[in-house]
């Protein structure tokens, strides 16, 4: 009978086990499609719920770490991106959103080491290479970023983000054409992403009155009509 009893019990911590590894896998699916549809709020009880099932997930620390940084919450967003990344030093896609927390927290040489870390370890992840040239470009070096950028969106050609960003970048080089086809893709990738339709629009503004001072006086004048 103890032996039948026992047998029971590491029968029934399977099952629970199974269980508790579906459900688990379950919301952290529902969490990265809401995190990737830009709705971190809605994802971040779907990571906790599937980090409470399973406490030594690295990879569920990681996302909701990452929908907590979406939120503007470093804070609580630090520790669990940095536990996750302990726990698998080799996660280029870890390794990228802690590029991106120091990025937020104002500490560029940390993110760009990050940054060029989880491109050594995963050559095609189109974010690592966009927000490489995102904090490159912080750091007036433009050159650099629009080769990112541009690998960036060589390897994910709907990647809105790096689209609008080369276009910021051609922008500010006075490659206005250029610039508002960059700005066009990065609408087809994502028409709900209102970044690039702005910046269209005061690029096309530009060629209209061919000065940010004319385009400052029309804003000022359309606010007080």
Not at 36 to 63: C, I, M, V, W, Y
Not at 95 to 118: C, S, W, Y
Not at 164 to 177: A, T, Y
């Amino acid at each position: 009978r103890a032996r039948l009893a026992e047998s029971a019990r590491l029968l029934f911590t399977w099952i629970d086990s199974v269980l508790r590894g579906r459900t688990a896998a379950k919301h952290n699916r529902i969490g990265r499609e809401l995190l990737n549809a830009r709705q971190p709020q809605k994802a971040e009880p779907h990571f906790r719920r599937a980090l409470a099932l399973d406490p030594g997930s690295s990879s569920t620390r990681s996302h909701l770490g990452k929908a907590l940084l979406d939120q503007g919450r470093l804070g609580e967003a630090e520790p669990l991106l940095l536990s996750a990344l302990e726990g698998n030093r080799a996660d280029a896609v870890t390794r990228n959103r802690v590029g991106m927390l120091f990025r937020q927290q104002g500490k560029h040489a940390d993110a760009e080491a990050h940054f060029r870390e989880a491109i050594r370890l995963s050559p095609d992840l189109a974010d690592a290479y966009n927000n490489l040239g995102g904090v490159l470009n912080e750091q007036g070096r433009a050159e650099q970023a629009e080769e990112c950028f541009r690998r960036a969106v060589a390897r994910e050609r709907t990647h809105a983000v790096a689209w609008c960003n080369l276009g910021i970048v051609l922008s500010d080089k006075g490659m206005l054409q250029d610039a508002a086809k960059c700005f066009r893709t990065a609408l087809e990738a994502d028409p709900d992403y209102f970044y690039p339709r702005l910046t269209l629009v005061m690029n096309e503004l530009q060629e209209v009155y061919e000065s940010q001072a004319e385009i400052a006086r029309s804003r000022a004048a359309y606010g007080r009509a």
